[in-house]
Structures are given as structure tokens and as C-alpha cells.
């Protein structure tokens, strides 16, 4: 029905930047919200950055305000998350998700790593 997939996880170095991209795929009427989570080893899951477009409105942790940046391209069904200052904290494997606006959000991709490390 959904199908979500991230890309552009990597190895990066303290201070780096990247860039998560997350295409939908297949038919969903109510993609209300998206948002970008992730869970480190020994963590728990972590709502990162989520956007509620119709609010125009997007959220951040607290541990990411200032760094990191959620897009979105509604004519390519693409939602972004722009990661700078990255620190080694950040590492952890990160999922996009969407669906009707809620915590945890429905639809889920397979996820993308990303490890910060000197």
C-alpha cells in the first residue's frame, strides 16, 4: 500500500553534514504528517523531526534544533531531513515515517544509518 525508502546514511565525521531523502510509493490518502525518527543501540526511539503540511508547521528535539532541517517536495512525494553539525551522538539508525498526524506515525520505512564518528 505505502512504501517508504531512505537513502543517504553514511559515515560521516564530527561537525559533517548530510543529507536523508525518503521517497513514498503507492496510494495513501491521509499523509497528514511525516517526520523523521531514530533509534540508537541502547536507546529509545527518538522523534527527531516531524511536519504537519497542512498546519505548516514542523517540530524538532531539542537535541537537533538549530542542526537539523525537514523538508518536503509534494510534487515528487519526497521529505527530507538536512543533518549538520553532525555529532557522534547523532548516531543511530534513521526512519522516515508518515501518516495521519500522530507519535508514533503509521507507515514506516526500512530505515538508514547514520554514524558520526572521527
Known amino acids: 500500500q505505502v512504501q517508504l525508502v531512505e537513502s543517504g546514511g553514511g559515515l560521516v565525521q564530527p561537525g559533517g553534514s548530510l543529507r536523508l531523502s525518503c521517497v513514498a510509493s503507492?496510494?495513501?490518502?491521509?499523509?497528514?504528517?511525516m517526520g523523521w525518527y531514530r533509534q540508537a543501540p541502547g536507546k529509545e526511539r527518538e522523534l527527531v523531526a516531524g511536519?504537519?503540511?497542512?498546519?505548516?508547521?514542523?517540530m524538532y528535539a531539542d537535541s537537533v534544533k538549530g542542526r537539523f532541517t525537514i523538508s518536503r517536495d509534494n510534487a515528487k512525494n519526497i521529505v527530507y531531513l538536512q543533518m549538520n553539525s553532525l555529532k557522534p551522538e547523532d548516531t543511530a539508525i534513521y526512519y522516515c515515517?508518515?501518516?495521519?498526524?500522530?507519535?508514533?506515525?503509521?507507515?514506516w520505512g526500512q530505515g538508514t544509518q547514520v554514524t558520526v564518528s572521527s
Open positions: 503507492g496510494t495513501i490518502f491521509e499523509i497528514n504528517a
Open positions: 511536519i504537519i503540511p497542512r498546519a505548516r508547521n514542523a
Open positions: 515515517a508518515v501518516g495521519p498526524a500522530s507519535n508514533p506515525l503509521k507507515y
